[in-house]
């Protein structure tokens, strides 16, 4: 499939066919297309946890949802995925990489620092996951984990303090699902999104 076909039919998939599992030699290949994402530095720091097993699954589940309460149709819906893929970002691999000799911050500040890379490295390899499954015929949702979750989760799956949980991700053969209702808002146009040579007075208000 045409690298654009596959972005323009890649949409989030909220309801999966619970009892179709992902092969474990599928998932082998769309990993490795995350590994072959941009990173600062060539720094990598990221890291996948693959649940795909019942048990694993029902771990993150139990850590990210009040005990007894009733889910509602979008998290029966992602509870149905057999694939949770945890998207975890590694800061120490950049500010290590960027004290080596050839980059020179050997002080090891993060305020070099502009943005943090370390998540935005990760999330472009979440997106190289997300557009691999959809190239096996697959669907996929990325979502967040409630922020006072975050340490529950990695205690409970054994994450190192030092990652940080930037998403999950679900994958699997895709169910009827009920569209999202945040896409009445439309995609905004490339028009209104892209200047060239400079921005003018009013652009991106």
């Given at each position: 499939m045409e690298y654009a076909e596959v972005v323009r039919k890649r949409r989030m998939v909220r309801n999966y066919q619970s009892d179709r599992p992902v092969p474990r030699s599928v998932l082998a290949e769309i990993l490795d297309l995350a590994i072959r994402a941009p990173s600062a530095g060539f720094s990598q720091g990221w890291h996948f946890l693959v649940l795909d097993t019942p048990e694993d699954r029902s771990v993150f589940w139990n850590a990210t949802v009040e005990p007894d309460a009733e889910p509602d149709a979008w998290l029966q819906g992602l509870q149905s995925a057999p694939v949770l893929i945890l998207a975890l970002s590694d800061k120490s691999a950049y500010i290590s990489r960027y004290a080596e000799p050839?980059?020179?911050?050997?002080?090891?500040?993060?305020?070099?620092?502009?943005?943090?890379?370390?998540?935005?490295?990760?999330?472009?390899?979440?997106?190289?996951?997300?557009?691999?499954?959809?190239?096996?015929?697959?669907?996929?949702?990325?979502?967040?984990?409630?922020?006072?979750?975050?340490?529950?989760?990695?205690?409970?799956?054994?994450?190192?303090?030092?990652?940080?949980?930037?998403?999950?991700?679900?994958?699997?053969?895709?169910?009827?699902?009920?569209?999202?209702?945040?896409?009445?808002?439309?995609?905004?146009?490339?028009?209104?999104?892209?200047?060239?040579?400079?921005?003018?007075?009013?652009?991106?208000?």
């Open positions: 050839d980059k020179g911050w050997t002080d090891r500040d993060e305020a070099h620092w502009p943005v943090p890379y370390w998540h935005i490295d990760t999330g472009m390899a979440s997106l190289l996951i997300l557009l691999g499954a959809v190239d096996h015929g697959l669907a996929g949702c990325f979502f967040g984990v409630p922020a006072e979750r975050h340490d529950e989760v990695k205690k409970a799956l054994g994450v190192p303090g030092r990652l940080s949980i930037i998403g999950v991700m679900s994958v699997g053969h895709p169910a009827p699902d009920r569209r999202s209702p945040s896409l009445k808002r439309g995609r905004r146009p490339v028009a209104e999104v892209v200047s060239y040579g400079r921005m003018q007075p009013g652009e991106s208000e």
